[in-house]
T-cell receptor, first 111, second 116 residues
Framework: DQQVKQNSPSLSVQEGRISILNCDYT??????FLWYKKYPAEGPTFLIS?????DKNEDGRFTVFLNKSAKHLSLHIVPSQPGDSAVYFCAAGYNTDKLIFGTGTRLQVFP | GAVVSQHPSWVICKSGTSVKIECRSL??????MFWYRQFPKQSLMLMAT?????????EQGVEKDKFLINHASLTLSTLTVTSAHPEDSSFYICSASGGIVEETQYFGPGTRLLVL
């Protein structure tokens, strides 16, 4: 049973437009959520996180929204840039315990 | 800050040999380190969690005698793949927590293992 799901395996967005990556989870015990960016043959790079007590966290071009009632979070990237092309993983955890990762969404930003 | 390194970055070995992968937190003390394995086109799968000075906790389905984890200090954890076989070929990634934002895991660059 997959507790963290990213239902879109890929997303293609034009440069300058908004990229929206979605993530759903099933475990209501999760109390923090993170987004990671991963290039091929590299480890994931931490992007942004959000605690369950918040519904929005913004850092530059990246904003994460959390809807606890829907058990849904999303990462917005605006404006999208070609360098943003990578695989994005959402992850969830509780009590500083292990993270549960989604399967990733491959984002491609084209000129 | 919160830099994690892994060594080696890639390794090729013969079937039956053992391979050791090191994971180091360079500028913070890692209270907990995690080892992940990534299969092609799949998510990161947690293999085990280790705390300094105690035995690692392995996830279900991960052979503890096959994947030996030693968390020798607050800055070093090692994963040894014993008697490696071709099916062990994969991308192994470690992460460490305990930095400025404690619940955030900081990942190493990964080690690609190819067993011939």
């Amino acid at each position: 049973d997959q507790q963290v799901k990213q239902n879109s395996p890929s997303l293609s967005v034009q440069e300058g437009r908004i990229s929206i990556l979605n993530c759903d989870y099933t475990n209501s015990m999760f109390d923090y959520f993170l987004w990671y960016k991963k290039y091929p043959a590299e480890g994931p790079t931490f992007l942004i996180s959000i605690s369950s007590i918040k519904d929005k966290n913004e850092d530059g071009r990246f904003t994460v929204f959390l809807n606890k009632s829907a058990k849904h979070l999303s990462l917005h990237i605006v404006p999208s840039q070609p360098g943003d092309s990578a695989v994005y993983f959402c992850a969830a955890g509780y009590n500083t315990d292990k993270l549960i990762f989604g399967t990733g969404t491959r984002l491609q930003v084209f000129p | 800050g919160a830099v994690v390194s892994q060594h080696p970055s890639w390794v090729i070995c013969k079937s039956g040999t053992s391979v050791k992968i090191e994971c180091r937190s360079l500028d913070f003390q890692a209270t907990t380190m995690f080892w992940y394995r990534q299969f092609p086109k799949q998510s990161l799968m947690l293999m085990a969690t280790s705390n300094e000075g105690s035995k690692a906790t392995y996830e279900q389905g991960v052979e503890k005698d096959k994947f030996l984890i030693n968390h020798a200090s607050l800055t070093l954890s090692t994963l040894t793949v014993t008697s490696a076989h071709p099916e062990d070929s994969s991308f192994y990634i470690c992460s460490a927590s305990g930095g400025i934002v404690e619940e955030t895991q900081y990942f190493g660059p990964g080690t690609r293992l190819l067993v011939l």
